[in-house]
């Protein structure tokens, strides 16, 4: 029996970048502007994005 493989719903700034297609340094910048949403828990030092998130400010982007 083959194992599901469990897409993660929560991606690291790297991930994140590669996701919407992005450099990312880009990605940093953006995040530091403020556009995107992060997800910081408690006792824990990296920040963490929901694809969800993402896809949301995506569509906000979209021209036409």
């Known amino acids: 029996m083959a194992k ?3 897409e993660p719903r929560y991606l ?3 991930q994140a970048a ?3 297609n ?3 340094k880009s990605f940093q910048n953006l995040r530091e502007q403020g556009l995107f949403t992060v ?3 408690p006792g824990m030092a ?3 994005f929901d694809k969800a998130d993402l896809d949301k400010t995506i569509e906000q ?3 036409g």
């Open 18 to 20: 590669q996701y919407i």
């Open 4 to 6: 599901e493989k469990i």
């Open 12 to 14: 690291n700034c790297t």
């Open 22 to 24: 992005i450099s990312p």
């Open 46 to 48: 990296k920040i963490l």
């Open 61 to 63: 982007y979209k021209i």
């Open 39 to 41: 997800i910081k828990f």
